[in-house]
């Protein structure tokens, strides 16, 4: 039946002008927006202009876009551009951006980047993002200031899911100001985060070695999901923090035991809302240490 279907309507003939016309672009927009071949969209979106945007929500949804000190320029001459016209600037739904250098970075073994890449200098820039659900922000380094926060409140203000990886920063507030920068976050996933140092405003908590919240901090995201492979101080801190502020929102959670201090902070939180998660992974920690960093960006 098959085969006589073919012979009637062969696939390959091309729909007469009119016929094409006469079909609403929301029709076209449908179909593309269901197809899985990668070379079959890009062919779409030379078709023609109606088909452009289409072709391009469907590619870049289910592709990340990795943004680093190398191909910087090329990323912002591409926002600059769709200043002026349609871009896949506006498309993107995941983006990974890389800092890989720091003004306080020292590199053991041959010379520093020529190509500096500063949060503070480039993110200002990063405009027109309006679909990025999805982002990475890796190497990050404890000279960061007050234009990283606000140019993440300001273009990043939809994100979704958050990963920080490899990251050292000056302190706990620190991080802090990061999170609260995305109010509708509800997946958090923290790599390699260390701090430089630990507010004295952390104390003995029930004569255990773990860090009590004291002072007054933001109220955490309502996470759905947050995995953790933190060290131990750093662990200690993030678990205190959601149970001192009783986030009971998540519902898939993985951490790694390392320490007594950090296990208890952990088993804390789980005797108060342990009840409400649908699944709990539970690994041993491994230890993230960036090739060339020196060694007291890791305490």
Known sequence: MANDFSKVYPMT?????????????????????????????????????????ASWKNIFSRRRIVVDCNNCEAFLQLIELDRQSVTIIRFIRSLHIEQGD??????????????????????????????????????????IG??????????????????????????????LDILISFPSLTNLTLVGVAFSSLSESYSVYEGEQTFFVERTLPVPPKLNELSCNLPRDETVFIFSWLTAHGVSSIQRLNVTLIHESSNAAISRYLRKFGSTLEELTIGSFVSISPEGACVEDFR
């Open 13 to 53: 003939k091309a729909l007469s002008q009119e016929l094409s016309d006469s079909i609403p672009i929301e029709i076209y927009e449908y179909i593309i927006a269901h197809m899985d071949s990668t070379s079959a969209l890009k062919n779409c979106s030379l078709t023609c202009r109606a088909w452009l945007q």
């Open 102 to 143: 720091s003004r306080l970075l020292f590199r053991s073994t041959g010379p520093r980047n020529p190509k500096t890449f500063q949060f503070d200098d480039f993110l200002p820039r990063f405009v027109g993002l309006v679909s990025v659900k999805t982002l990475r922000l890796g190497w990050i380094r404890r000279d």
């Open 146 to 175: 007050p234009t990283m926060i606000t140019s993440l409140r300001t273009n990043f203000g939809k994100v979704t899911v958050l990963e920080l990886n490899s990251v050292v920063l000056a302190s706990a507030d620190q991080l």
